[in-house]
């Protein structure tokens, strides 16, 4: 069959999802014996990505330089679209796929001369006017779009009329499933007893409801932390954070924010913790609650209907602060075996190499 030249596209070098998902994509379809490039934008002069990156798949880095300190997230925006398709553009034509994961990418790429495949990982909702014109072309340009859920295609064919493939994320199970005892036992000595979320402080993440959810708890369970890990971002939410730190102070909480964590350490970290808190109010499949099942961490998630159609039975639903605290405190108090075992075999059906199959499988439909 013949081999494919793949670009896959992303805005970041930083461990955020969408630039997760690019990478762990690129290297199983390199697996499969593809042509992989992946192209990302150096913010703040990045020259790679946050890991290493299997060296079967090409690295193209275009270099992103800081703008003035009064420049606007919008400015911003427009000024990564620009610097991307200026380095792109040349180059279109030697790919066979060109595959844009966010919308950044995606307004860099797509045009009537580059037929662009996107995948909507979730649909936003912005109020910056440039974010909300980046959203809306980065959906309707493309002319093919791949969901890595059902619940995603189904909003954007309500939505806009459009019809996506739907391919779920893999994940790196063996990677969070075995991890070092040390490694695990080093954390313990570091955090003690604590709920752990991955993804940092934003409105999306559901910080404002978790800090709720913690003081409730704290009464059942004094002795456990809350730890926030994660938080790289392009956006700008320094009025949330202060929303944030000033809720902290009123309920006289002490959270343990980690910030971005070095990609070795995170799979210990996640693994010792003892519940994973994943109330966010927008997801397109939840990679990182992914990965905690993988590690055997019970997990209590928002209950939303694109969580309910990824993790089934394997996790623990609540809709509001107080029945988050009550999940997080079973979570904390129950053994659950049966939970944990069917996360395990959840994450473990999930795999990179299925998800690169159905992804080549759709590239070659699209002719």
Not at 35 to 53: A, K
Not at 176 to 201: E, H
Not at 341 to 346: F, K, M, N, P
Request: include cysteine.
């Amino acid at each position: 069959m013949t081999v494919l030249d793949i670009a896959l596209l992303t805005y970041s070098t930083k461990p955020r999802g969408s630039v997760v998902h690019t990478l762990a994509l690129a290297e199983a379809l390199a697996a499969a014996g593809q042509n992989v490039t992946v192209w990302t934008l150096g913010r703040g002069g990045d020259s790679g990505f946050f890991r290493p990156v299997d060296p079967a798949v090409r690295q193209l880095v275009v270099a992103f330089p800081d703008g003035p300190p009064e420049e606007t997230v919008g400015e911003r925006v427009l000024r990564s679209i620009a610097t991307m398709r200026e380095a792109f553009a040349p180059v279109a034509a030697e790919y066979d796929i060109v595959h844009a994961q966010d919308c950044i990418s995606a307004n860099a790429v797509a045009s009537d001369a580059v037929r662009c495949v996107r995948t909507v990982h979730h649909i936003d909702h912005f109020t910056t006017p440039e974010l909300a014109a980046c959203h809306e072309r980065a959906i309707t340009t493309p002319y093919a779009h791949v969901c890595v859920s059902a619940s995603v295609a189904r909003e954007l064919a309500d939505g806009w009329g459009t019809k996506a493939e739907v391919i779920p994320n893999g994940v790196a199970y063996e990677r969070f499933a075995t991890t070092d005892p040390a490694a695990r036992a080093r954390w313990k000595y570091r955090l003690g007893a604590y709920v752990l979320t991955v993804g940092g402080i934003e409105p999306r993440k559901g910080s404002l409801d978790l800090l709720d959810a913690h003081a409730l708890l704290r009464d059942q369970r004094p002795d456990t932390s809350l730890v926030i890990a994660g938080g790289e971002t392009l956006f700008d939410y320094r009025d949330y954070r202060a929303q944030w730190e000033a809720r902290t102070a009123q309920l006289g909480l002490e959270p343990i924010v980690l910030g971005p964590v070095p990609d070795d350490e995170l799979p210990a970290l996640v693994a010792a913790a003892d519940a994973f808190a994943f109330p966010s109010v927008k997801e397109g499949f939840g990679l990182a609650a992914m990965e905690a099942l993988a590690a055997g961490v019970p997990l209590v998630v928002r209950d939303l209907p694109v969580l309910r159609e990824v993790f089934g039975p394997a996790a623990r639903y609540a809709a509001t602060p107080d029945a988050l605290a009550a999940e997080l405190g079973h979570a904390l108090t129950e053994d659950d075996p049966t939970r944990r075992s069917a996360g395990r075999e959840l994450a473990a059906r999930h795999t990179w190499s299925a998800a690169a199959t159905s992804h080549l499988a759709f590239y070659r439909s699209l002719g």
